[in-house]
Nanobody, 115 residues
Framework: QVQLVESGGGLVQAGGSLRLSCTAS????????MGWYRQAPGKQRELVAL???????NYADSVKGRFTISRDNPKKTVYLQMNSLKPEDTAVYYC?????????WGQGTQVTVSS
């Protein structure tokens, strides 16, 4: 069974940076997509960024140029470097892994950006 554990959330002032990490335990097929989603209060969960096992990336327009997703395949870890944070980035951030046998979610980590 695959489990995802996130870390790195917290409180930061606008303009600051945070780095989120998510490590998967269990067996994951080598061909997969790892990504980050977020959900703000009263809003639907939305894609922030994702990265395929082949290295292709996709970002939400709202974070392009500010956030960078990366991954370490041997460590089964995905990162999200968040720079120039804005109050509207405040949300619970969820790690996600999609592979042939499943679609897995982390428990979420809170990111709060103060103005």
């Amino acid at each position: 069974q695959v489990q995802l554990v996130e870390s790195g959330g917290g409180l930061v002032q606008a303009g600051g940076s945070l780095r989120l990490s998510c490590t998967a335990s269990g067996i994951i097929f080598s061909i997969n997509v790892m990504g980050w989603y977020r959900q703000a209060p009263g809003k639907q969960r939305e894609l922030v960024a994702l990265m395929t096992s082949g290295g292709s990336t996709n970002y939400a327009d709202s974070v392009k140029g500010r956030f960078t997703i990366s991954r370490d395949n041997p460590k089964k870890t995905v990162y999200l470097q968040m720079n120039s944070l804005k109050p509207e980035d405040t949300a619970v951030y969820y790690c996600n892994v999609k592979e042939v046998l499943g679609d897995y979610w982390g428990q979420g980590t809170q990111v709060t950006v103060s103005s």
